[in-house]
């Protein structure tokens, strides 16, 4: 079946820090991929996806590549900033199948 | 417009007793979700709603679990004789039509069994 790892938190940065989020993931077909975020008090909410190999997402800043060489999805960002500390999920959607697989979820804390 | 709306945020019960979560998705969305969020885990599909088709149950962890949705909106999940291990966050999601990624979540339902 469907799976998706992400590397475990936390992980915490000091502003303008680079980050990387490592996703991977297991799947029949050709999934659709996603990060969803959790900020504190909030529900989750989409923030960025890829429909096929190679595609780039990319929103707020974040950037995540689908490689299907490597079944990979890491989430990245230039510099963070406090506002992102959030809890981070990644996500697939396999084939026709309509329910999203998520991963467990790494809490980002930003410390100025 | 309104999100996506859960009751209670917040519900404390006693081993052996049933609770309701109650989820209201946003406004002409046909698909719902229901997802459980336990501590150091990741989502975990619990049932899909799609219009009026027979809802996916394939996630719902025990016959303890159930739910329904009526008219097409509001959604209950449903536990009886809970237990410590039914202790997590009960996430609902809507999207606006089957097959659409993009889904919209409520703030969750804290359930805690003592």
């Known amino acids: 079946g469907n799976s998706v790892t992400q590397m475990e938190g936390p992980v915490t940065l000091s502003e303008e820090a680079f980050l990387t989020i490592n996703c991977t993931y297991t799947?029949?077909?050709?999934?659709?991929l996603f990060w969803y975020v959790q900020y504190p008090g909030e529900g989750l909410q989409l923030l960025l996806k890829?429909?096929?190999?190679?595609d780039k997402g990319s929103n707020k800043g974040f950037e995540a590549t689908y490689r299907k060489e490597t079944t990979s999805f890491h989430l990245e960002k230039g510099s963070v900033q406090v506002s992102d500390s959030a809890v981070y999920f990644c996500a697939l959607r396999g084939g026709s199948n309509y329910k999203l697989t998520f991963g467990k979820g790494t809490l980002l804390t930003v410390n100025p | 417009g309104a999100g996506v709306s859960q009751s209670p945020s917040n519900k404390v019960t006693e081993k052996g007793k049933d609770v309701e979560l109650r989820c209201d998705p946003i406004?002409?969305?046909?698909?719902l979700y229901w997802y459980r969020q336990s501590l150091g885990q990741g989502l975990e599909f619990l049932i899909y709603f799609q219009g009026n088709s027979a809802p996916d149950k394939s996630g719902l962890p025990s016959d303890r679990f159930s739910a329904e949705r009526t008219g097409g909106s509001v959604s209950t999940l449903t536990i009886q004789r809970t237990q410590q291990e039914d202790s997590a966050v009960y996430l609902c999601?809507?999207?606006?039509?089957?097959?659409?990624?993009?889904?919209?979540f409520g703030s969750g339902t804290q359930l805690s069994v003592l």
């Open positions: 890829a429909t096929k190999a190679d």
């Open positions: 799947a029949t077909g050709y999934p659709s």
């Open positions: 999601a809507s999207s606006p039509r089957q097959g659409n990624e993009k889904l919209f």
């Open positions: 406004s002409g969305h046909t698909a």
